[in-house]
Nanobody, 116 residues
Framework: QVQLVESGGGLVQPGGSLRLSCAAS????????MGWYRQPPGKGRDLVAR?????????VDSVKGRFTISRDNAKNTLYLHLQMNSLKPEDTAIYYC????????WGQGTQVTVSS
């Protein structure tokens, strides 16, 4: 079992920045890939970026050059981060952390709102 807790969402003006973090605990040694997904209002949930245990990173085209995904370890906890720069109103969504291994785990989501 893997537990995921996201933090760092909020309200930001267009052009601003936010840093999302996801803390993974439990059976973290079983995690192969972690990623960030987002669900805009009234739409489905889509991939934003993901990183494998080997360090392979994939970004959706709309965030390339603006968002940076990273992961690091601390004692008994694996952290996934998403640095979001040059934010646009269309980045407004609930952002979810996902950990894939023998099981598929999701966090509860954190709201990001980009508005003036």
């Amino acid at each position: 079992q893997v537990q995921l807790v996201e933090s760092g969402g909020g309200l930001v003006q267009p052009g601003g920045s936010l840093r999302l973090s996801c803390a993974a605990s439990g059976s973290i040694s079983s995690i192969s890939t972690m990623g960030w997904y987002r669900q805009p209002p009234g739409k489905g949930r889509d991939l934003v970026a993901r990183i494998s245990s080997g360090g392979t990173i994939i970004y959706v085209d709309s965030v390339k050059g603006r968002f940076t995904i990273s992961r690091d370890n601390a004692k008994n906890t694996l952290y996934l981060h998403l640095q979001m720069n040059s934010l646009k109103p269309e980045d407004t969504a609930i952002y979810y952390c996902r950990a894939v291994g023998p099981t598929d785990s999701w966090g509860q989501g954190t709201q990001v709102t980009v508005s003036s």
